[in-house]
């Protein structure tokens, strides 16, 4: 087994970065590694992983064979996952053998909404009304009181608009329950918000932190579509919302970094959405339009290394490609600003993101 890390981890042919699941963020993860001299272990279950494509070597495996997690974990001196979704006994088995970054109480947090919630609220951010909906009685009388409707999502495992349905005085309650599987939900008040924004708060394990400047998002069912940024935020709003923002991180005991979504309504304040300890869609734009992206970022803050506030290389428009993009890139391929990302996914599926493209727009 390779000690946990104590120091700044090197470079060197014994210090191996461990990442947690084979999409495009664990691709985007193992090639800033690569750059930065490291050498990459990838787990992961069987599948079209294009993460496998740039990493050292990988061990396909679930996320309860706990054998094969042993074995992985003895080869990293470090891991960091993709998303936030890993069985938390996965976790707490990795976290006895080897490092993880963010550590397991942050991933759980993010998995459960209503902890999610409670911890934000604790660090002083305002949230929507919501219920915590554990059977048809909750959710009859949570509905009554959302004069405009809410969202109902499932309290844990929902991400992309997967496991979420609006509901309004017409919805058969009954019907919608059992559609998302008759398991506890939350139930959210829809509001009516000027814009959706993400900041990205890190920190190294030296302890050493930093902001990157905040993104401007577009959404369509659910998915993110285009990213603006930097965005721009009034300087006493923004200063309040670093101060919340390391607040929540200091209750997670957060090492790594953290997205954070939210809505700025139409007088101005801001409300939190959700909590995102991984690499972050909303963040692609950091890949053309920083010094060190997101992901540099984070394998500094996973080996100890000093981290900063990150500034901008002007502004960055950055366009998710889902589903069918040969129309989309066929356009864009004229126009050289555009900066194409393709992420090797071999099956092309509506709502799948399949790349990205990024540009500079100021």
Avoid at 202 to 229: M, V, W, Y
Wanted: proline share 4%; glycine share 8%; hydrophobic share 35%.
């Amino acid at each position: 087994m390779i000690n946990q890390p104590r120091n700044r981890i090197l470079p060197n042919k014994n210090n191996i970065l461990g990442i947690l699941g084979g999409g495009q963020l664990g691709k985007m993860i193992a090639m800033s590694a690569t750059k930065a001299g490291y050498k990459t272990h990838l787990y992961c279950p069987k599948g079209d992983n294009p993460a496998e494509t740039v990493v050292n070597s990988f061990t396909h495996g679930e996320w309860d064979d706990f054998d094969k997690l042993v074995e992985f974990s003895n080869n990293v001196v470090c891991a960091t996952s993709e998303f936030e979704n890993i069985p938390s006994k996965t976790l707490e088995l990795l976290a006895n053998k080897t490092s993880v970054i963010p550590n397991s109480k942050v991933f759980r947090s993010a998995q459960i909404r209503s902890k999610e919630k409670e911890i934000a609220e604790k660090s002083g951010f305002k949230t929507p009304k919501w219920y915590l909906i554990k059977n048809t009685d909750d959710l009859i009388s949570a509905s009554k009181l959302m004069e405009n409707g809410g969202i109902l999502k499932t309290n844990s495992l929902g991400y992309d608009g997967k496991g979420q349905v609006r509901i309004n005085k017409h919805s058969n309650l009954f019907e919608i329950w059992e559609n998302l599987g008759s398991v506890e939900c939350v139930l959210e008040e829809i509001l009516e918000f000027k814009r959706e924004i993400s900041i990205m708060y890190f920190k190294s394990r030296d302890n050493s932190e930093g902001f990157f400047p905040i993104s401007q998002n577009h959404h369509e069912n659910g998915i993110l579509r285009k990213t603006i940024a930097p965005a721009i935020l009034n300087i006493d709003a923004e200063r309040d919302l670093r101060l919340k923002t390391k607040k929540l991180s200091e209750n997670l005991g957060l090492y790594g970094i953290l997205a954070v979504e939210l809505f700025e309504l139409l007088d101005g304040s801001i409300i939190f959405n959700e909590i995102a300890p991984r690499p972050h869609n909303s963040f692609h734009w950091t890949l053309n339009g920083c010094d060190n992206s997101q992901f540099d970022i984070l394998i500094r803050t996973m080996c100890g290394l000093p981290v900063k506030d990150v500034k901008s290389n002007g502004k960055w428009e950055m366009t998710n490609l889902i589903g069918q993009y040969e129309n989309i890139i066929s356009e864009t391929s004229k126009d050289q600003d555009y900066i194409l990302y393709l992420y090797g996914k071999h099956e092309t599926k509506p709502g799948r993101k399949m790349g990205h493209l990024n540009k500079q727009i100021s």
